[in-house]
């Protein structure tokens, strides 16, 4: 059985479902280009994560298994609906920005993954970590992909931070003094490259970490004498 702190490592670096499984990537390849457009989507992705996994592991006795991946969308078509209605209400000028990501996140298949692989298969107290730890974990590298995108494309960081935080974000925005930015970095093009980037990163970072791992000396116990 996975303990909680592994639920949580794979969620966040081990088995990030953007870095290591790929999923997802139409939408976060799509809205990264700036830091709030990548953050608002990766929150509404986590809420959608953590609360579809909780109600899977919830009717995982109950559902029977000839009908249970049509279930779990539903209950994920549910909570993404909850979600996009919710966010009309109180963050309607991101959800015009964001537009037809929002509904789709229902097609996120790392959603359905973690309902099928994980949600299905623990209690709602894992479920709902996995959940949360997978959903930030995507959050993480959407707002790095969507800030290192607009910072190099447009030279600015947290521009339109109002549209999430408020009237009083307005003055968030860091601007780089006399940079325009290369336009690359905010197209599709940009968008691969960044990702690829991050990716690059992360196995450098794994493989470094394995080295280390295998560099520690292994300390064996002294044999016991036997009495007598």
Same mark, same amino acid.
């Given at each position: 059985?996975?303990?909680?702190? %592994?639920?949580?490592?794979?969620? !966040? ?15 976060? !390849? ?7 457009? #990548?953050?608002?989507? #990766? ?58 990501? =929002? ?9 359905? #993954? ?40 447009? +030279?600015? !960081? ?19 003094? +006399? ?16 990702? #690829? ?18 560099? %520690?000396?292994? =300390? %064996?116990?002294?044999?016991? %004498?036997?009495?007598?």
């Amino acid at each position: 059985m996975n303990s909680y702190r %592994e639920i949580i490592s794979n969620g !966040l670096w081990g088995n990030n479902q953007a870095l290591v499984a790929l999923l997802g990537l139409c939408p976060l !390849l799509a809205v990264s280009n700036t830091a709030i457009n #990548g953050l608002g989507l #990766g929150l509404a992705t986590t809420l959608v994560l953590l609360l579809s996994n909780t109600s899977v592991s919830l009717i995982r006795h109950v559902v029977r298994p000839e009908v249970r991946l049509p279930v779990f969308v539903l209950v994920i078509a549910s909570f993404v609906t909850a979600v996009e209605l919710s966010m009309k209400a109180y963050f309607f000028d991101l959800y015009k920005i964001l537009g037809i990501f =929002i509904p789709l996140i229902v097609t996120n298949c790392a959603i359905i #993954g973690r309902a099928e692989a994980f949600a299905s298969k623990n209690n709602p107290a894992k479920a709902a970590v996995d959940g949360l730890a997978i959903g930030i974990g995507f959050t993480l590298v959407l707002f790095v992909l969507g800030a290192s995108r607009e910072l190099i494309g447009q +030279g600015t !960081l947290l521009s339109q931070a109002h549209l999430m935080f408020g009237e009083t974000a307005r003055d968030w925005t860091i601007q780089i003094e +006399g940079f325009k930015g290369a336009l690359l970095a905010i197209l599709p093009p940009g968008a691969f490259l960044g990702l #690829g980037s991050i990716i690059a990163l992360k196995n450098v970072i794994d493989h470094w970490q394995q080295k280390q791992t295998a560099k %520690e000396p292994v =300390i %064996e116990a002294a044999p016991q %004498e036997s009495p007598g």
